[in-house]
């Protein structure tokens, strides 16, 4: 009997403890309606675990642009100027000089921006190192994206922007579509499509680095777009391409020390190209607007003060030449010109894009601040010209 009761309470003590067991399972995950017995323990939810950074397929965009992308070779003779001293030493020119000529040869990339046969590229992709050059002895090929070689006719080149503009007799190519280059931004991606080194249908991965570069010095007319997309020697004509695909560069130089890759490559803006391209299409030049010889330089702190200008906003004329329709129009130095057709001026590069951009025959309104006055004066748009 005592055994008996030993083991009663044996296993009611054990249903007792199981039952607590079981019950404090149920409060943890009690449902609703039911109360849980004791003090409410908080329930920590698990991190969110966040998604793998993966960059964007481009993967697309370049199957439809790297055929609209060619590889440029051109040759040309470089006749040698002959020396006096030669006939005077009764030297044969031919003998020794080998004809007094040589082959000079540049390769480079160029862009489809017409189905119909026309390919925009650099001035030095085909012209080498000469600036002047003559079209009997220039021989340019195109290698397009499907491996047909054909030869191209060069219908102008821009020195000032460093822009050439080839016709190959062709039909339904490939294209690219001009993008709005003043629409890029800071940190977009951007693909750069060439022929580095000589290999065909290279594509380069980066971002826009800068906008509006100006004034560095490598053409006459400046509005490039800065990228760290790698682009290297053969680069130079190729595309520079925003992530929609469309065409809002060429490529045309790098910054290097070493003749590589360094991080630092400059493109020429779409809308700049653009304007180029059609210019020289129509007209066989790029036909820019002129107001004469005029130097301007920024404003600082001390020069303001001077010229009793309120801030340093603007360009302070230093030189003119009286032959220059700005100073028969009534521009003069010491003048602080503060905007040009309605737009504020910050520097010279800008200022001449504006000029350069504007129609010839047309009338140009620049404000001016003259002695802490404000006055506007209408300025004739020209044809260049080197009369000062």
């Known amino acids: 009997m005592r055994r008996f009761t030993v083991i009663a309470l044996l296993i009611a003590g054990l249903g007792f403890v199981a039952g607590r067991v079981i019950t404090g399972l149920a ?55 002959p020396s006096p001293f030669d006939s005077f030493f009764g030297f044969d020119d031919d003998e020794i000089f080998g004809g007094g000529n040589r082959l000079q040869s540049s390769l480079g990339s160029g862009v489809v921006v017409g189905a119909d046969g026309y390919v925009l590229t650099n001035n030095h992709v085909v012209t080498g190192e000469q600036q002047r050059i003559s079209l009997r002895d220039l021989n340019i090929t195109v290698s397009l994206g499907d491996r047909r070689e054909v030869a191209a006719a060069l219908i102008g080149v821009d020195p000032a922007t460093d822009l050439a503009l080839l016709k190959i007799d062709a039909k339904a190519l490939p294209t690219i579509p001009w993008g709005d280059s003043s629409k890029l931004k800071v940190a977009e991606w951007v693909l750069a499509i060439g022929n580095p080194y000589q290999l ?32 290297n020697p053969g680069n130079s004509g190729g595309a520079l391409v925003n992530a929609r695909g469309e065409l809002v560069g060429i490529n045309t130089v790098i910054f290097s020390q070493s003749g590589g890759y360094q991080g630092i490559g400059f493109a020429v803006s779409s809308n700049l190209a653009r304007r180029v391209f059609n210019d020289l299409r129509q007209y066989g030049e790029v036909k820019r607007g002129n107001v004469g010889y005029v130097e301007v330089a920024p404003l600082n702190p001390q020069i303001a003060r001077e010229l009793s200008a309120p801030d340093t906003q603007g360009l302070v004329v230093t030189r003119i030449g009286r032959g220059a329709s700005a100073f028969r129009a009534g521009l003069r130095p010491g003048d602080v010109i503060r905007s040009y057709n309605g737009t504020a001026v910050s520097d010279t590069g800008q200022l001449w894009r504006l000029i350069a951009d504007s129609s010839v ?28």
């Open 200 to 231: 065909n249908s290279t594509v380069t991965l980066g971002i826009v680095s800068a906008i509006n570069r100006t004034n560095l010095g490598i053409s006459a007319y400046e509005d490039f777009v800065q990228t760290d997309a790698a682009i």
């Open 27 to 81: 409060d943890n995950g009690a449902g609703e309606g039911q109360q849980a017995s004791g003090p409410a323990r908080p329930i920590t939810a698990p991190a969110a675990v966040a998604p793998a950074a993966t960059l964007p397929d481009f993967t697309r965009i370049a199957e439809r642009t790297v055929p609209a992308v060619a590889s440029i070779s051109a040759r040309q003779v470089v006749r040698r100027q």
């Open 361 to 388: 025959g047309s009338t140009a309104t620049v404000e001016v601040l003259r002695q802490g006055q404000s006055t506007t004066i209408k300025v004739p748009i020209e044809r260049p010209s080197t009369n000062r």
